[in-house]
Structures are given as C-alpha cells and as structure tokens.
C-alpha cells in the first residue's frame, strides 16, 4: 500500500535524546549508568514515568514517587532531578524532513509527554529559538499522552492517529526512538523506524517515502 501518512513521535526524534542526559547526569552524581532507565522501565504501565505520562499524577507526585522507585533500586534520585533533563536541543535536518514529507503526505506526531516545563525543546535556550513553535503547527494532528490519557506503547494511541488522520496503519511510516514504541506500530502494519541517528533515520526514512533527504539543507 502506497505511504499515505508519516507519523512522527517528538522527544529523541526531533530533538536529541534524553537518554544523553540521564547519562550524563548517572556519571556527575555517581549513578549507576541506565539507572533512570531502569526505573522507568520498572512497572512500566503503573511507574511514576507512566502515571505522570497519562496526567495521573502531578509534578509533586511524580517527584516523590521517582524517589521511592530509585530508592528501592538503592540509589534515590528525587523526580525534580529528572524532569530538567528531558529537555534536548533541536535536530534541524529532522525539522525539514518534516516539512519535505509534509508536502507529499500527511503528517502526525504521538508523544509521550508530561504536564511538565520540561518536555521536549521546551527549556529556556529552546522556547528562545522558537523550537516548539517552529516544529508543532507543521503536523496536521497531534496526540500527547498527557490529554490522550493513554501512552505508547498501548496500540490505542497510534489507532487513534490513523482514525484522526483517516489513514490506515499500513499505509503509515512511523518514526520512534524505543523499539517498545516502534513494535505496537509494525504489528498495526506501518512501516516503523527505529531512530538511532539522524542519518541512519533519513536513510530508511528514504527508502520508505522514495524522497531523497541527503540534499534536504540543514
């Protein structure tokens, strides 16, 4: 079946990943390396990261209860330590493959996302430059996790999409920084890319469009 629809997911895509900076921060407080990703991947349908994700929980609870997980895992990290570092910096050539498939296809974006000032490109360097601003009115439908009150990995989310977009999974590319993310996808029948880096991502994304990135400018 023909691409009809590119959908996108948002932190890590278009942005870099924050799994950088929970490194960074793991190796300047002397952390264990992946422990925030072990937290978060502890319980992941009831853990504070799903809770505050789904806007279950607020930002007072989602600190508390992040240190009572990373407790248990022997080295407590309060939620107020985390939520800064999800913010990354922008990806520009991701920024206008989004807009060379947004003149040929559809476009969406599912993202995970908290009731937080820290989501994705929304630090103070980047609400400077305009990211959000620059990259959210390019989709023709958004669905955030935190109003949706459902997440990624639940097949609901991308069904939803595809109902908003009236387009049916097969004839969607997906994008996604977690495998997790990307199995629900294949499985709905979309053609998923797990993103590891930009030019890797722009080459799949090539091959599954038949548009040529490597001219797209920066």
């Known amino acids: 079946m023909a691409v009809e629809a590119v959908i996108w997911d ?61 407790t248990v895992l022997g080295h407590p990290i309060p939620g107020s330590h985390v939520l800064p570092l999800l913010s990354g910096m922008v990806r520009p050539r ?62 609901k989310i991308y069904l939803m999409m595809c109902e908003a977009l009236s387009v049916d999974p097969q004839s969607c590319v997906y994008l996604d920084d977690l495998g997790i993310n990307c199995k629900p996808a294949a499985a709905l029948g979309m053609k998923a890319i797990k993103v590891v880096d930009v030019d890797q991502t722009l080459a799949e994304l090539g091959v599954a469009t038949g548009l040529t990135f490597d001219k797209v400018a920066a």
């Open 94 to 155: 991701m920024v206008a493959a989004l807009k060379a498939c947004k003149e040929h296809f559809k476009v969406g974006c599912i993202t995970n996302n908290m009731v937080s000032m820290h989501s994705p490109g929304a630090d103070a360097p980047q609400r400077a430059a305009g990211a959000m601003g620059q990259i959210m009115p390019l989709f023709d439908h958004i669905i955030e996790s935190s109003k949706a009150g459902v997440r990624k990995p639940d097949p």
């Open 10 to 70: 948002f932190g890590g895509v278009f942005t870099s990943s924050p799994f950088e900076a929970f490194a960074r921060y793991e190796s300047e407080n002397g952390v264990p390396k992946d422990l925030i990703r072990r937290v978060n991947s502890t319980n992941p349908d009831t853990n504070a990261w799903a809770l505050f994700e789904r806007n279950e929980i607020d930002t007072k609870g989602f600190d508390q209860l992040f240190l009572e997980e990373s």
